[in-house]
């Protein structure tokens, strides 16, 4: 039997999860594909590949020329564009998509939280007054930041990249975070206001629980809309799709 192609748009933990849970099955082939933000990729044992494919259209020939027998969009929360791509070009090339993505965090009891929908909001969400901030946005959308240069901001991303606020600090780190280290990071930088996207990953939510502990405000930025054909929320539901597209007309053709 030949094992089928699935790739899978990855970019977070499910996307690496549902890889490896898929390479050690012989039916499926995976390949995990990285937009190639980062310097440097995390530890992988499967087979994967880097950068983008040129818009809806280079993605559906890549699905065409690759035989991809089922694309899964495990891309992080906003990003958006991708996702859109992923629903034109799966549509063009006549390939079954599912959509994994985590439920958004909720506020719960003794969260301080101000909702904003872009990143230009977050910025005049902070106030007018110079607070320290410390800013868990990556690194593409700081700059939407620069409308608000009287606070100090502490700005963490997975690399180092320079910095054009004026009152700005960065540290260099790739998740998981534990929260002793994150409640240690805002009280030796003294931070009054974390702004955050609403990624809803487990290995980034240490900093809401700490912010949390300290009363302090989070202006949390709420996820792009996305209309996903099909959609689920956990490994073994993606798991449980894939083993249902083995043998349907769908991927006969790619066998
Ligand atoms: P995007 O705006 O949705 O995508 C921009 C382009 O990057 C896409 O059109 C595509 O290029 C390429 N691309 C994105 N994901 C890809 C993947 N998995 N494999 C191959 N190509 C991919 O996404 P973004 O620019 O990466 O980030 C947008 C937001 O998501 C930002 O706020 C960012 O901080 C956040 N985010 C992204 C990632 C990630 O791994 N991508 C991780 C954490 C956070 P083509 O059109 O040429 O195919």
Redesign the pocket.
Known sequence: MTPLTVLI????TE?RLLAERLAGDPRWAPLL??????ASLPPLSVPH????????A??AAFLRAQRIAALVD????????????AIAATTRAGVPLLRIERPPWRPGAGDRWIEVSTMAAAAQAIGAAPRRVFLT?????VDAFLAAPQHHYLVRAVDRFPLRLPHGQLVAARGPFALADERRLLDEHGIEVLVS?N?GTDATYAKIEAARERALPVVMVQRPMVVHPAAVATIDEALAWVGRLHGSPSTRRGE
């Open positions: 748009l990855g970019g977070t996307g594909s990285f937009a190639g933000r980062t590949r880097c950068g983008g494919f040129g818009g809806p280079g993605l495990a891309t992080h929360p906003f990003a958006a564009r991708m996702s859109a791509n946005i990556g690194r593409l959308e996207k990624s």
